[in-house]
Protein backbone atom coordinates (compact mmCIF):
# COMPACT_ATOMS: atom_id res chain seq x y z
CA UNK A 1 0.00 0.00 0.00
CA UNK A 2 1.56 3.48 -1.39
CA UNK A 3 0.93 6.24 1.47
CA UNK A 4 0.23 9.70 -0.14
CA UNK A 5 -0.02 12.80 1.52
CA UNK A 6 -2.53 14.98 -0.19
CA UNK A 7 -3.89 18.65 1.24
CA UNK A 8 -6.64 20.56 0.34
CA UNK A 9 -9.23 23.55 1.72
CA UNK A 10 -12.28 22.18 3.39
CA UNK A 11 -14.77 23.20 1.03
CA UNK A 12 -17.34 22.05 -0.99
CA UNK A 13 -14.81 21.87 -4.48
CA UNK A 14 -13.22 18.85 -2.21
CA UNK A 15 -16.15 16.78 -1.59
CA UNK A 16 -15.15 14.56 -5.14
CA UNK A 17 -12.04 13.45 -2.77
CA UNK A 18 -13.83 12.59 -0.18
CA UNK A 19 -16.24 10.65 -1.56
CA UNK A 20 -13.19 8.42 -3.60
CA UNK A 21 -11.83 8.04 -0.49
CA UNK A 22 -14.75 6.95 1.69
CA UNK A 23 -15.97 4.97 -1.22
CA UNK A 24 -12.72 3.19 -1.09
CA UNK A 25 -11.30 3.93 -4.77
CA UNK A 26 -7.96 4.30 -3.78
CA UNK A 27 -7.32 1.63 -1.45
CA UNK A 28 -8.54 -0.69 -4.22
CA UNK A 29 -5.19 0.92 -6.62
CA UNK A 30 -3.18 -0.22 -3.19
CA UNK A 31 -2.75 3.85 -2.11
CA UNK A 32 -3.82 4.89 1.26
CA UNK A 33 -4.36 8.61 -0.01
CA UNK A 34 -4.57 10.26 3.75
CA UNK A 35 -6.32 13.88 3.24
CA UNK A 36 -5.79 16.89 5.38
CA UNK A 37 -7.81 19.65 5.77
CA UNK A 38 -6.24 23.08 5.54
CA UNK A 39 -8.33 26.02 6.53
CA UNK A 40 -5.28 28.01 6.32
CA UNK A 41 -5.33 27.35 2.65
CA UNK A 42 -3.01 28.77 -0.10
CA UNK A 43 0.21 29.84 1.56
CA UNK A 44 0.22 27.18 4.19
CA UNK A 45 -0.06 23.99 1.67
CA UNK A 46 2.93 26.00 -0.27
CA UNK A 47 4.76 25.83 3.38
CA UNK A 48 3.39 22.10 3.71
CA UNK A 49 4.93 21.09 -0.21
CA UNK A 50 8.30 22.92 0.80
CA UNK A 51 8.59 20.91 3.61
CA UNK A 52 7.78 17.63 2.32
CA UNK A 53 4.84 17.57 5.01
CA UNK A 54 2.32 16.79 1.62
CA UNK A 55 2.95 15.32 -1.30
CA UNK A 56 0.46 16.56 -3.58
CA UNK A 57 -1.79 19.59 -2.99
CA UNK A 58 -4.98 20.76 -4.14
CA UNK A 59 -4.71 24.28 -4.32
CA UNK A 60 -5.35 27.71 -5.82
CA UNK A 61 -4.02 28.74 -9.19
CA UNK A 62 -2.51 32.25 -8.39
CA UNK A 63 -0.67 31.17 -5.01
CA UNK A 64 1.18 28.08 -6.63
CA UNK A 65 2.34 29.83 -9.18
CA UNK A 66 3.38 32.83 -7.47
CA UNK A 67 5.38 30.01 -5.15
CA UNK A 68 6.61 27.51 -7.67
CA UNK A 69 8.22 30.70 -9.18
CA UNK A 70 9.84 31.70 -5.67
CA UNK A 71 11.70 27.90 -5.92
CA UNK A 72 8.82 25.87 -4.14
CA UNK A 73 10.26 22.37 -5.88
CA UNK A 74 6.80 21.34 -7.08
CA UNK A 75 5.07 20.84 -10.75
CA UNK A 76 1.49 21.68 -11.75
CA UNK A 77 0.20 18.03 -13.01
CA UNK A 78 -3.65 19.26 -13.82
CA UNK A 79 -6.46 22.28 -13.73
CA UNK A 80 -8.53 20.66 -10.91
CA UNK A 81 -11.90 23.67 -11.20
CA UNK A 82 -11.71 25.29 -14.63
CA UNK A 83 -14.43 27.71 -13.70
CA UNK A 84 -13.19 30.90 -11.68
CA UNK A 85 -13.20 31.28 -7.83
CA UNK A 86 -15.36 33.92 -7.15
CA UNK A 87 -13.91 36.22 -3.96
CA UNK A 88 -16.58 37.75 -2.20
CA UNK A 89 -15.03 41.13 -0.25
CA UNK A 90 -16.44 41.38 2.61
CA UNK A 91 -17.13 44.30 6.13
CA UNK A 92 -18.07 44.04 9.11
CA UNK A 93 -22.33 44.53 8.65
CA UNK A 94 -21.73 47.18 11.44
CA UNK A 95 -19.31 49.22 9.43
CA UNK A 96 -19.35 51.96 7.83
CA UNK A 97 -17.91 50.93 4.51
CA UNK A 98 -20.73 50.22 1.96
CA UNK A 99 -19.26 50.68 -1.34
CA UNK A 100 -15.65 48.82 -3.34
CA UNK A 101 -14.30 52.79 -3.16
CA UNK A 102 -15.22 53.09 0.59
CA UNK A 103 -11.69 50.54 0.66
CA UNK A 104 -9.21 52.75 -0.70
CA UNK A 105 -6.25 52.48 1.63
CA UNK A 106 -8.01 50.48 4.10
CA UNK A 107 -6.49 47.38 5.68
CA UNK A 108 -7.16 43.55 3.99
CA UNK A 109 -7.55 40.51 6.48
CA UNK A 110 -5.70 37.75 4.84
CA UNK A 111 -5.10 33.58 5.86
CA UNK A 112 -1.35 34.42 5.56
CA UNK A 113 1.45 35.63 3.58
CA UNK A 114 1.11 34.47 -0.44
CA UNK A 115 -2.41 33.19 -0.07
CA UNK A 116 -5.15 33.58 -2.12
CA UNK A 117 -6.94 36.14 0.14
CA UNK A 118 -3.51 38.57 0.24
CA UNK A 119 -3.33 37.55 -3.97
CA UNK A 120 -6.72 38.41 -4.93
CA UNK A 121 -6.80 41.73 -2.63
CA UNK A 122 -4.00 42.55 -5.18
CA UNK A 123 -6.48 41.73 -7.79
CA UNK A 124 -9.38 43.72 -6.77
CA UNK A 125 -7.02 46.90 -6.22
CA UNK A 126 -5.48 46.40 -10.11
CA UNK A 127 -9.15 46.46 -10.85
CA UNK A 128 -10.16 49.84 -8.91
CA UNK A 129 -7.18 51.59 -9.94
CA UNK A 130 -5.52 51.86 -6.48
CA UNK A 131 -2.15 52.12 -5.91
CA UNK A 132 -0.94 48.58 -4.87
CA UNK A 133 2.05 49.43 -3.23
CA UNK A 134 -0.77 50.97 -0.82
CA UNK A 135 -2.05 47.68 0.46
CA UNK A 136 -2.08 46.97 4.12
CA UNK A 137 -2.38 43.52 5.54
CA UNK A 138 -3.71 41.66 8.66
CA UNK A 139 -2.99 38.36 8.90
CA UNK A 140 -5.79 36.48 10.53
CA UNK A 141 -4.79 32.58 9.79
CA UNK A 142 -8.77 31.69 9.48
CA UNK A 143 -11.66 32.53 8.56
CA UNK A 144 -12.74 32.59 12.52
CA UNK A 145 -9.66 34.79 12.66
CA UNK A 146 -11.29 37.20 10.17
CA UNK A 147 -14.26 37.33 11.62
CA UNK A 148 -12.65 38.35 14.87
CA UNK A 149 -10.12 41.00 13.08
CA UNK A 150 -13.25 42.96 11.46
CA UNK A 151 -15.91 42.89 14.53
CA UNK A 152 -12.86 44.11 16.35
CA UNK A 153 -11.62 46.66 14.07
CA UNK A 154 -7.85 45.17 13.31
CA UNK A 155 -8.46 44.75 9.75
CA UNK A 156 -11.20 46.38 7.73
CA UNK A 157 -12.16 43.71 5.06
CA UNK A 158 -11.64 40.56 3.94
CA UNK A 159 -11.77 38.63 0.77
CA UNK A 160 -12.95 34.87 1.02
CA UNK A 161 -14.85 32.12 -1.49
CA UNK A 162 -18.18 33.63 -1.79
CA UNK A 163 -20.83 30.51 -1.37
CA UNK A 164 -18.54 29.56 1.47
CA UNK A 165 -18.64 33.02 3.67
CA UNK A 166 -22.43 33.41 2.28
CA UNK A 167 -23.75 31.70 6.05
CA UNK A 168 -21.59 34.96 7.78
CA UNK A 169 -23.55 37.40 5.96
CA UNK A 170 -26.78 35.84 6.16
CA UNK A 171 -25.93 36.20 10.30
CA UNK A 172 -25.46 39.45 9.96
CA UNK A 173 -21.55 38.62 10.61
CA UNK A 174 -20.22 40.09 7.18
CA UNK A 175 -22.02 42.26 4.78
CA UNK A 176 -20.68 41.83 1.21
CA UNK A 177 -19.95 44.22 -0.77
CA UNK A 178 -18.88 42.80 -3.94
CA UNK A 179 -17.38 40.32 -5.78
CA UNK A 180 -13.99 39.56 -7.18
CA UNK A 181 -13.79 36.65 -9.74
CA UNK A 182 -10.21 35.06 -10.51
CA UNK A 183 -9.21 35.87 -13.82
CA UNK A 184 -7.85 32.54 -14.23
CA UNK A 185 -9.05 28.25 -13.51
CA UNK A 186 -9.68 28.62 -9.96
CA UNK A 187 -7.91 24.96 -8.90
CA UNK A 188 -4.67 23.12 -10.03
CA UNK A 189 -3.07 19.76 -8.75
CA UNK A 190 0.44 20.25 -7.30
CA UNK A 191 2.71 17.44 -6.79
CA UNK A 192 6.31 18.16 -5.33
CA UNK A 193 8.93 16.96 -7.36
CA UNK A 194 10.76 14.10 -5.63
CA UNK A 195 7.62 12.56 -4.88
CA UNK A 196 6.02 12.32 -8.65
CA UNK A 197 9.74 11.46 -9.61
CA UNK A 198 9.45 8.54 -7.60
CA UNK A 199 5.61 7.21 -7.77
CA UNK A 200 4.55 9.15 -11.80
CA UNK A 201 2.54 6.16 -12.17
CA UNK A 202 0.64 6.34 -8.75
CA UNK A 203 0.00 9.76 -9.46
CA UNK A 204 -1.36 9.14 -12.66
CA UNK A 205 -3.45 6.78 -11.08
CA UNK A 206 -4.61 9.18 -8.80
CA UNK A 207 -5.46 11.66 -11.42
CA UNK A 208 -7.60 8.53 -13.37
CA UNK A 209 -9.68 8.04 -10.13
CA UNK A 210 -10.66 12.02 -9.18
CA UNK A 211 -11.35 12.62 -12.99
CA UNK A 212 -13.21 9.74 -13.21
CA UNK A 213 -15.56 11.49 -9.94
CA UNK A 214 -15.44 15.19 -10.79
CA UNK A 215 -16.92 14.08 -14.71
CA UNK A 216 -19.79 12.76 -12.83
CA UNK A 217 -20.05 14.65 -9.53
CA UNK A 218 -22.92 16.78 -10.46
CA UNK A 219 -25.36 14.04 -11.71
CA UNK A 220 -24.94 12.30 -8.45
CA UNK A 221 -28.28 12.18 -7.11
CA UNK A 222 -29.12 14.39 -4.20
CA UNK A 223 -25.66 16.04 -4.58
CA UNK A 224 -27.09 19.51 -3.73
CA UNK A 225 -28.79 18.51 -0.47
CA UNK A 226 -25.53 16.76 0.74
CA UNK A 227 -23.43 19.76 0.07
CA UNK A 228 -26.17 21.84 1.49
CA UNK A 229 -26.01 19.60 4.59
CA UNK A 230 -22.25 19.32 5.24
CA UNK A 231 -20.94 22.68 4.84
CA UNK A 232 -24.18 24.74 6.36
CA UNK A 233 -25.18 25.98 2.97
CA UNK A 234 -28.80 26.85 1.86
CA UNK A 235 -29.81 25.06 -0.52
CA UNK A 236 -30.45 27.43 -3.25
CA UNK A 237 -27.16 28.79 -2.73
CA UNK A 238 -25.51 25.30 -3.29
CA UNK A 239 -27.63 24.79 -6.66
CA UNK A 240 -25.98 28.47 -7.90
CA UNK A 241 -22.69 27.17 -6.59
CA UNK A 242 -22.78 24.22 -8.85
CA UNK A 243 -24.36 25.76 -12.03
CA UNK A 244 -21.36 28.29 -11.53
CA UNK A 245 -18.53 25.98 -10.50
CA UNK A 246 -17.00 23.21 -12.96
CA UNK A 247 -14.20 20.79 -12.37
CA UNK A 248 -11.86 20.05 -15.05
CA UNK A 249 -9.81 16.71 -16.35
CA UNK A 250 -7.66 18.26 -18.29
CA UNK A 251 -3.92 19.35 -18.16
CA UNK A 252 -2.88 22.66 -17.83
CA UNK A 253 -1.65 23.64 -21.48
CA UNK A 254 0.98 25.36 -22.15
CA UNK A 255 -0.76 28.70 -24.05
CA UNK A 256 -3.26 29.04 -20.91
CA UNK A 257 -0.55 28.72 -18.56
CA UNK A 258 1.23 31.71 -20.19
CA UNK A 259 -2.05 33.98 -20.13
CA UNK A 260 -2.28 32.96 -16.40
CA UNK A 261 1.41 33.93 -15.56
CA UNK A 262 1.41 37.16 -17.87
CA UNK A 263 -1.52 37.93 -16.09
CA UNK A 264 0.21 37.65 -12.54
CA UNK A 265 3.28 39.16 -13.58
CA UNK A 266 1.36 42.69 -15.49
CA UNK A 267 -0.27 42.44 -11.67
CA UNK A 268 3.28 42.28 -9.82
CA UNK A 269 2.09 39.04 -7.76
CA UNK A 270 5.16 37.02 -9.57
CA UNK A 271 8.49 39.40 -10.43
CA UNK A 272 10.27 37.27 -13.19
CA UNK A 273 8.67 34.36 -15.17
CA UNK A 274 9.01 30.59 -15.53
CA UNK A 275 8.97 28.73 -18.56
CA UNK A 276 6.07 25.65 -18.65
CA UNK A 277 8.50 23.23 -18.24
CA UNK A 278 9.75 24.82 -14.71
CA UNK A 279 5.86 24.65 -13.79
CA UNK A 280 4.07 22.13 -15.22
CA UNK A 281 4.33 18.49 -15.77
CA UNK A 282 2.57 17.07 -18.34
CA UNK A 283 1.71 13.21 -17.40
Wanted: charged share 25%.
Amino acid sequence: MKTVKIVGVPEHFNLPWQLCIENGEFEAENIDLQWTNIPEGTGKMCQMLRNEEADIAVILTEGIVKDIAAGNPSKIVQIYVQSPLIWGIHVASKSDFHSLKDLKNKKAAISRLGSGSQLMAYVNANEQGWETNDLKFEIVNTIDGAVEALTNGSADYFMWEHFMTKPLVDQGIFRRIGDCPTPWPSFVITVRDEFLKENTKTVEKILEIINRTTSDFKQIPSIDQTLSSLFNQKIEDIQDWLKLTHWSQKQLEEKAFNKIQNQLFDLGIIEKKSTFVEMVKAL
